[in-house]
C-alpha cells in the first residue's frame, strides 16, 4: 500500500513475527520528577538492546507492608525523543516509541529508617511469580525497515536488586523514585515491515 508519509515508497506486507530469546542486564534509574535512563544490554543470546531517556514516572506505587511482610511497586513511562538500540540481526537501529510497564513484587526488604524512607531489595526477596517488566514499542534502521516489539524480562537472578524511595510514610504511597538494575532472560517479540522505494 502507498505510504502515509507522501514519501515515494510502499509498505511490503509484514513477515509473522519472531521470537527471540536471550539473557540481558537491565540498568533503570527514574523519578517522578525527572526523566530518567534505561538500558537494556543482551549477556547472552538474542534480540533488542537499547539505551534511552525515559519520562518521569508515570501512575507509579509502592506497597510497603513492612520488611518481612513484603510489598510491591509499579509504575510506567514512555520514550524522551527517540534513543539508540541494537537489533540481533540488523544492527543499529533508532528507537521510535518505547512504553514501559513494570510491576515487581516484593517478599521482603530492608528499610533501616522506618517507613516513609528509601527501602531495598535483592534477586533473592523477588517474589518468583510476581515480576513483570515489559517494553513495548517501534524502531527503524538506517536501510528502511521498521520493527514493532515487544521484550519482557524473566525471573531476576543474581546480582538484581534495587532500592525505592517512597513519596510519604503510608503503606501505600506514591514513588518519589526508584533505581533498579536487573539480570534476567528475555524474550523479544518483533514484527517487521520493509519500506520499499518506487521506481
Do not use: W
Not at 19 to 46: D, M, P, R
Not at 88 to 98: F, K, N, Y
Amino acid at each position: 500500500m502507498p505510504s502515509t508519509d507522501g514519501s515515494n515508497a510502499t509498505l511490503a506486507p509484514s513477515a509473522p513475527p519472531a521470537v527471540q530469546s536471550g539473557v540481558a542486564l537491565l540498568n533503570c534509574t527514574i523519578s517522578a520528577t525527572h526523566n530518567g535512563a534505561q538500558k537494556l544490554e543482551l549477556l547472552e543470546g538474542v534480540g533488542l538492546e537499547f539505551e534511552v531517556a525515559v519520562s518521569p514516572i508515570v501512575d507509579g506505587t509502592v506497597q510497603a507492608r513492612g520488611p518481612e511482610q513484603g510489598g510491591a511497586y509499579r509504575f510506567t513511562s514512555h520514550l524522551v525523543g527517540t534513543g539508540k538500540g541494537a537489533l540481533a540481526g540488523v544492527g543499529p537501529v533508532t528507537i521510535d516509541e518505547l512504553e514501559t510497564k513494570v510491576n515487581v513484587a516484593m517478599n521482603r526488604y530492608a528499610q533501616p529508617g522506618g517507613p516513609g524512607t528509601e527501602l531495598s531489595f535483592t534477586s533473592v526477596d523477588m517474589a518468583a511469580r510476581g515480576i513483570y517488566i515489559e517494553f513495548a514499542g517501534t524502531a527503524h534502521g538506517s536501510g528502511g525497515d521498521r520493527y514493532a516489539f515487544r521484550v519482557t524480562l524473566g525471573q531476576p537472578t543474581a546480582p538484581s536488586g534495587g532500592k525505592v524511595m517512597p513519596d510519604g510514610p503510608g503503606q501505600n504511597a506514591p514513588i518519589q523514585s526508584k533505581m533498579v538494575v536487573v539480570q534476567a532472560p528475555i524474550t523479544t517479540v518483533l514484527t517487521t515491515t520493509t519500506v520499499r522505494k518506487l521506481p
